[in-house]
């Protein structure tokens, strides 16, 4: 139980992180900052591999490549008029 609320955590630091360096962190809010985080460390993952520090079972810094990776492709597609 304990290590779920860890994986939240990262994910939500993770997520402002790349919020931060696209420039969308307050635009996108708390909770997308979370599934950004997440979803981002499971892309990061999959093309970066699991280098650098882990973290609730998450290699930090492909996880923040990937989370800046899904937040400007969404924000791509949801800012487009």
């Known amino acids: ?3 779920w609320l860890w994986v939240l955590i ?3 630091i993770v997520g402002a992180i ?3 360096i696209t420039g969308r962190g307050k635009a996108i809010g708390c909770i997308t900052n ?3 985080g997440l979803i981002g460390a499971g892309v ?3 093309l970066f591999g699991h ?3 882990h973290v ?3 290699a930090v810094f492909p996880a923040i490549i990937g989370a800046v990776i899904v937040v400007a ?3 791509f597609f949801v800012d487009r008029n």
Do not use: N, R, T, Y
Request: hydrophobic share 65%; net charge neutral; charged share 0%.
């Open 1 to 3: 139980m304990l290590h």
């Open 10 to 12: 990262v994910g939500a």
């Open 18 to 20: 790349a919020g931060a």
């Open 34 to 36: 979370i599934v950004a």
């Open 44 to 46: 990061g993952q999959a």
């Open 51 to 53: 280098w650098g520090w």
């Open 56 to 58: 609730a079972g998450m």
């Open 73 to 75: 492709v969404v924000s």
